[in-house]
């Protein structure tokens, strides 16, 4: 079966170039002369099945139900359609490929456990967190059923973030040896997933990629109704508030107010925007302990039809919203965050939303300020101008693949080669820090400017936290060029390289006046870039390239 992808290609021009006009021949050129073609491909897709109904595999034959699994990983994650009402979209994530996923994983950690210690491990233990989607009750179900079938011991944290996930395998007492987060992000409804994480971080790629190939196998053998029968339920526990009051012990420290230590917020007004999703314990478990006054927030309530908007920093409405409460209540900072929280977006006392490039360079002024000629690592979708203040500052910019993952592993990396890198970044609002086990926590990025504000006014300084992002330049036009890629699901990543591969040579040949290739170089184009719009969608990726103009 064919489907079509999108691939995205940001060009972003210099804030100090005059912008194409609508009749900008130029832009017309662009338009006229960009052209691609591509080879074809072709193949067969055999499946042979058994009398007994089970299903016989090898290297050269390939069974639909084990790919419609397989085909559930995104990236460094398992995501899917779990409830019906999204147009052109069928349900794929449904409890017993949920069981099968969730045992595939028990098992792998078992066998990670038993590798690193040499030796037979008993009671492993793993958390389960999920955010509010409607799907998460019968899903979590099918969780505990295949962590159980693989011998381990579950702990449901409930409601939940994706960080707070994660902090389940550090904090004490806790200290799980892995956890499970349930969530699609910022997705729509119908749409949920599974996060990965031990005590080393999140997986990788090829991490999920060998347990999605596991529990392709099993869930073609099984083919039944999820397990409902546990040999023991999981044990409820309330996580969220031990993280909480990590995060409130952290602010409380850094900030050392000289007169009220344990309120060091009060006199500051916070605005939360949660998006009905998981972050509303950030404004009464944070926020409103600590002194703060959050009066205006918004959709701090869960509810997992997000009847509002959609919980996402770069959200047009969710920021809107979030700037208009502001404004309305004379507040100090407005903070937005996405469904699980692993993303957050800012406004500042002025209105001024703050995400994307200015969220990074607003993370870079007060990382480098901590650690200055640190490298800070972003994708290459990120504008010159932040470049440029990024260096003015003594730091050093580090460009890199597309995807939230790619850009921490990359600052993982840098540290292991010797080379100080302290944030790691993705426009899209993911934000890793050396100082935070590396992990991608909306709540711990506000956290770092909500300390940077107080120690501020602590200063003397009248001036919000946007004061410190107003000499970053903002590009006069930015263009996202979406390419439509006809191709079964298994050839779309080939197709979307080849035509990047190709709009690469068109420019480097000159054919686009007044256009160059960043010095950037290549990169890769990963969650979400590429949209397979096939009942059956596959995780794909291709090579892009930052381009830049050079004259007009």
């Not at 139900?65 to 019906?84: H, P, T, W, Y």
């Not at 969220?240 to 850094?254: D, F, N, Q």
């Not at 944070?286 to 959709?299: E, N």
Request: aromatic share 8%; charged share 25%; proline share 4%.
């Amino acid at each position: 079966m064919a489907s079509t992808s999108t691939s995205s290609i940001p060009l972003r021009r210099s804030a100090r170039k005059a912008s194409f006009s609508s009749s900008s021949p130029a832009k017309n050129t662009f338009q006229k002369t960009l052209r691609f073609s591509f080879s074809s491909w072709s193949s067969k897709v055999i499946c042979v099945k058994s009398s007994s109904s089970s299903f016989k595999y090898n290297e050269g034959v390939v069974d639909e139900e084990i790919d419609k699994i397989r085909r559930l990983q995104n990236g460094s994650d398992v995501r899917g359609v779990a409830l019906e009402g999204e147009k052109g979209r069928t349900v794929d994530l449904t409890p017993p490929a949920v069981e099968a996923i969730a045992e595939s994983f028990g098992e792998w950690v078992i066998k990670a456990l038993e590798k690193e210690r040499g030796r037979p491990v008993e009671d492993v233990r793993v958390s389960l967190g999920k955010d509010p989607r409607i799907s998460g009750a019968s899903l979590s179900v099918a969780v505990f059923a295949g962590l159980a079938r693989a011998g381990c011991l579950v702990f449901d944290m409930g409601l939940a973030t994706t960080p707070a996930c994660f902090m389940s395998t550090l904090l004490p007492p806790f200290a799980y040896d892995a956890s499970i987060m349930m969530t699609a992000s910022h997705l729509p409804y119908t749409r949920n997933g599974l996060k990965f994480f031990t005590k080393k971080g999140g997986l990788t790629s090829p991490e999920v990629e060998q347990i999605c190939d596991k529990a392709a196998r099993k869930y073609a053998n099984r083919l039944t109704k999820v397990s409902t029968m546990l040999k023991s339920p999981p044990k409820k526990v309330d996580f969220i508030s031990a993280y909480a009051k990590h995060l409130r012990e952290i602010i409380k420290e850094r900030v050392n107010h000289p007169v009220h230590y344990d309120t060091p917020l009060k006199g500051f007004q916070i605005i939360v925007n949660a998006g009905n999703g998981s972050g509303g314990f950030f404004t009464w478990d944070v926020l409103d302990k600590l002194g703060a006054d959050t009066f205006g927030s918004l959709h701090l309530n869960p509810d997992g039809m997000f009847p509002n908007h959609i919980p996402n920093p770069e959200d047009k409405t969710a920021m809107a919203l979030t700037r208009a409460a502001v404004l309305e209540n004379s507040a100090d900072l407005g903070i937005v965050f996405d469904t699980d929280v692993d993303r957050s977006g800012v406004v500042d006392n002025k209105g001024n939303p703050i995400n994307g490039d200015k969220l990074i360079a607003l993370m870079s002024a007060i990382v480098l300020k901590e650690h200055p000629g640190a490298t800070i690592v972003t994708d290459a979708r990120t504008s010159m101008a932040l470049t440029r203040f990024i260096t003015d500052r003594g730091g050093h910019h580090c460009l890199y693949r597309v995807g939230y993952r790619n850009v921490i592993d990359k600052g993982v990396q840098l540290n292991e080669d010797g080379i100080e890198t302290h944030l790691m970044m993705e426009t899209s609002g993911h934000g890793a820090l050396k100082e935070n086990y590396f992990l991608d926590d909306g709540a711990y990025m506000v956290v770092k400017i909500i300390i940077e504000m107080v120690c501020m006014k602590l200063s003397g300084s009248d001036e919000g936290i946007g004061s410190l992002i107003k000499d970053l330049d903002e590009p006069l036009e930015s263009i996202e060029l979406r390419m439509s890629i006809i191709s079964e699901p298994k050839y779309a990543k080939a197709r979307g390289t080849e035509a990047i591969e190709v709009f690469r040579s068109y420019v480097e040949e000159g054919q686009l006046e007044g256009w160059e290739l960043d010095s950037c170089g290549d990169c890769w184009v990963s969650e979400g870039c590429l949209v397979d719009s096939n009942d059956s969608p596959a995780a794909i990726d291709a090579h892009m390239y930052r381009c830049r103009t050079v004259k007009i």
